[in-house]
């Protein structure tokens, strides 16, 4: 169980161009789901902390305009890269806490490479 | 300042032998801490919590210790193999109402058969 993936695991884009990236809890409900990134060999950055029904929380030097996120189910949060450079090119990670009780740890997507040309 | 910082980048270790990965941070006052597992381009896999008022935590070939005044954690796999190579990442809950992690840098581990 606790089974969270990420759509797409791999984007190439051109400049300039807007990108979503789909992360959904498979087999639990999570009103908390959180954004990060991870640069080469690098550890994992939070962004956002995104709920379910309001605005997400992001990090400092996150800026909020250029990756929307938006938390529309308890099973569903989005990423959104917006007018997409080559610097935003990472792999982007979520994770979700299960509203159940009793869980601690956070359930991590596979990951989604975004390239952007 | 703040820190969080795992002993090194990069640790080979022989098949058999124990591998000891260290997490040290600085000026943070953790509820609990974690380790996971990452395999290459994939996302975190969850190991083992300690809370601060735990010593030692075991899971099968998996130790953890947490000494908060050293404000030190120490990750141990014994009887280590080829497949538990990956980089081992710990990460501080600094409060467990908000489930707000910090990450340590990772360290990879390579088995050696």
């Known amino acids: ?117 | 300042s703040q820190k969080i910082e795992q002993n090194s980048e990069a640790l080979n270790i022989q098949e058999g032998k124990t591998a000891t990965l260290t997490c040290n941070y600085t000026n943070y006052s953790p509820a609990y801490l974690q380790w996971y597992r990452q395999d290459p381009g994939r996302g975190p896999v969850f190991l083992l919590l300690i809370r601060e008022n735990e010593k030692e935590k075991r899971k099968e070939r998996l130790k953890v210790t947490f000494d908060t005044t050293l404000k030190q954690s120490l990750f141990h796999i014994t009887a280590s193999q080829p497949a538990d190579s990956a980089t081992y990442l710990c990460a501080l809950v600094l409060d467990s109402g908000t489930y707000k992690y910090i990450f340590g840098t990772g360290t990879r581990l390579k088995v050696l058969a």
């Open chain 1, 1 to 117: 169980g606790a089974v969270v993936s990420q759509h797409p695991s791999r984007v190439i884009c051109k400049s300039g161009t807007s990108v979503k990236i789909e992360c959904r809890s498979l087999d639990f409900q999570a009103t908390t789901m959180f954004w990060y990134r991870q640069f080469p060999k690098k550890s994992l950055m939070l962004m956002a902390t995104s709920n379910e029904g309001s605005k997400a929380t992001y990090e400092q030097g996150v800026e909020k305009d250029k990756f929307l996120i938006n938390h529309a189910s308890l099973t569903l949060s989005t990423l959104t890269v917006t007018s997409a450079h080559p610097e935003d090119s990472s792999f982007y990670i979520c994770s979700a806490i299960p509203l159940a009780v009793g869980y601690n740890e956070q359930f991590f997507g596979p990951g989604t490479r975004l390239t952007v040309l």
